[in-house]
């Protein structure tokens, strides 16, 4: 009964939607072949060059119309641009996209590093509100609710070209969100992608770039993430890197670790750290206090900036916690024991530079802490500065590392 | 004296810059040779982009008899003359008339939507209202070009001042 609720407006908002509507035709196509031909661009911009001249407006395009065929024609070779998302799906655009619903804020952080106006995007998932720093441009965005509470009537009524859902996360939530939106506009074009998970995330970022005709910008943004996970990868492939130290991660809950299966367990080992819990069955166990002592690890990494260890980060908000926070992991009953409390290889990490499209930056910092002297070149706050400044078109000093590590560099 | 010449060299440079951007920046530029046979010879270059869409007014009573575009490229209805450039540089059309006059003519951008006036030779850069302009150094630029004077007066203005306000800190040094 509940998901009948929004049925009637969403009726209502198909009428408004199937008006305006137009991505089933490709503009400037004027004998419906899929193929928009020089002579047909050249006809749309005869009629509306007459038009706006006042010599007669039947049959004439919108500016925008021809403005899109000329993309089509110039980028497109003219036809139909399929793109397969990171689903494997493949989706049919017959325009560039001017509205966008994005209800993954991965995603969006991605557009804004391939430069897509924020003015394409018409509404955002309800927790873009929640980073007034990260997405200032956004704070006035409709809100489309998130993607276990999505407000249909909102998603339509942005009357947007196409909406952008996750791949894989929450697939079955995803899959019902497209579904109802295909059923109320099949025009509508939705686009599954991550940009969330480090083994993808190139290919994603290759992906947005190839639907918003941002290959320039994607190739730059995929040579950022491959320089750094190069370094990452020669260095670990050395003589001179060793045996990988032994690592306890442990996210913003207390005694909750990762194990293998887990993107948490992933990125210890992409920057060459071993897991103590690698042997786990559980993605993401609550270890035994006594387990930790015993496996000894030379490095513990806790991740903050959730739950009790709500602090520091992009909102700046309590940045003289992670004295304290530190100060309370390390001493730890115990825990002077463990190699790396004694050798004071204990840190703490932002989850903003951990998760999500800026895990490269994270990845930075555990590759510096787990081989102090084999990366000595690689320098994660000048990494960070670069992302937020030439990407996200941010201050630099948002960067500031005292608010996303401990202890500072 | 070394320092003193390398600071004119620089107003110079600044004085040449000025005078050179806003006519590279010019989107579309006439031409116009009339003919003792009353057939006049328009050549309009094009620099603002790629996909254009160029409409010229002829002068009453005139009637295009040429265009160098392919013919679904270009239209001819009344004083109007509507032609759709696809990546050609340099366009000519003909018209014969008995009234004398040069044509008047707007262009539209569909790469970006910018928009603009064909300009006659020797008049560049002068922008239609809600033409792209390139950035100009100064608001002072920006002030003499919305006054209605041409980039070139406006180049020298900016000059002139830079130099004056270079030699007011000279003098009272």
């Known amino acids: 009964m509940n998901g009948m609720r929004w049925l009637p407006a969403l009726i209502l908002l198909f009428g408004i939607v199937a008006q305006s509507a137009c991505a089933g035709t490709m503009p400037g196509d004027l004998n419906g072949d899929d193929t928009l031909t020089r002579e047909e661009l050249s006809e749309s911009i005869l009629r509306f060059l007459a038009c706006s001249a006042g010599d007669g407006c039947i049959d004439a395009p919108a500016e925008q119309d021809v403005i899109d065929a000329a993309t089509i024609y110039t980028l497109w070779g003219g036809k139909p641009k399929q793109v397969t998302d990171s689903a494997g799906e493949v989706r049919s655009l017959t325009r560039p996209l001017h509205r966008v619903v994005v209800m993954n804020s991965e995603t969006l952080e991605t557009m804004r590093s391939l430069k897509i106006p924020s003015s394409c995007v018409v509404a955002v998932d309800k927790y873009i509100a929640q980073m007034p720093e990260f997405f200032p441009e956004y704070q006035n965005t409709p809100s489309v609710g998130s993607i276990w509470s999505p407000d249909y009537e909102q998603i339509l009524a942005g009357r947007p070209d196409a909406v952008f859902l996750y791949a894989t996360v929450s697939a079955q939530s995803c899959d019902e969100i497209e579904q109802r939106i295909f059923s109320a506009n099949p025009d509508i074009i939705v686009f599954r992608i991550d940009c969330y998970h480090p083994e993808t995330y190139r290919d994603d970022v290759n992906i947005l770039g190839g639907i918003f005709d941002r290959t320039k910008e994607s190739d730059a943004l995929v040579e950022f993430y491959t320089e750094v996970l190069d370094t990452l990868a020669e260095g670990l492939a050395s003589p001179a890197a060793g045996s990988w130290p032994a690592v306890y991660f442990e996210s913003w809950t207390d005694y909750k670790s990762a194990g293998p299966g887990s993107g948490y367990h992933d990125k210890i080992e992409l920057a060459g750290g071993s897991n103590i819990f690698a042997d786990s069955a559980a993605e993401y166990p609550v270890v035994d206090p006594e387990a930790i002592i015993s496996r000894q690890p030379e490095v513990v990494v806790k991740l903050v900036g959730s739950g009790d260890y709500t602090f520091g980060g992009y909102s700046m908000i309590n940045a003289s916690a992670f004295g304290p926070a530190l100060a309370g992991l390390s001493g730890r009953p115990g825990w002077n024991a463990?190699?790396?409390?004694?050798?004071?290889?204990?840190?703490?990490?932002?989850?903003?530079?951990?998760?999500?499209?800026?895990?490269?930056?994270?990845?930075?910092?555990?590759?510096?802490?787990?081989?102090?002297?084999?990366?000595v070149d690689l320098d994660p706050p000048a990494l960070h500065r670069t992302y937020v400044s030439r990407f996200q078109g941010l201050d630099p000093a948002v960067a500031d590392p005292s608010l996303f590590v401990y202890p500072v560099p | 004296m070394i320092q003193h010449m390398q600071r004119r060299l620089i107003l110079a440079v600044i004085f040449l810059v000025i005078l050179v951007i806003p006519a590279a920046a010019a989107g579309v530029i006439r031409t116009a040779d009339?003919?003792?046979?009353?057939i006049t010879t328009v050549t309009l270059v094009v620099s603002a982009g790629s996909f254009l869409g160029i409409t010229e007014i002829i002068p009453d009573g005139a009637v295009v008899t040429s265009c160098s575009l392919p013919p679904s490229q270009w239209r001819a209805?009344?004083?109007?003359?509507?032609?759709?450039?696809?990546?050609?540089?340099?366009?000519?059309y003909s018209f014969t008339s008995t009234i004398s006059g040069e044509p008047a003519g707007t262009w539209v951008n569909f790469s970006d939507g910018s928009r603009g006036s064909v300009t006659a030779a020797g008049d560049e850069g002068t922008p239609a209202d809600g033409a792209e302009v390139l950035p100009t150094p100064s608001s002072v630029m920006s002030a003499a070009t919305q006054a209605g004077s041409s980039p070139i007066l406006a180049g020298g203005t900016l000059a002139a001042l830079a130099y004056a306000g270079y030699r007011r800190r000279e003098e009272g040094a």
């Open chain 2, 77 to 92: 209805e009344g004083t109007y003359l509507h032609m759709a450039i696809l990546e050609e540089q340099d366009v000519s």
């Open chain 1, 338 to 375: 463990i190699p790396a409390v004694s050798q004071g290889r204990v840190y703490l990490l932002h989850t903003a530079i951990f998760g999500g499209p800026q895990y490269i930056i994270g990845e930075a910092y555990l590759a510096r802490w787990f081989y102090p002297d084999l990366f």
């Open chain 2, 34 to 38: 009339q003919g003792k046979d009353g």
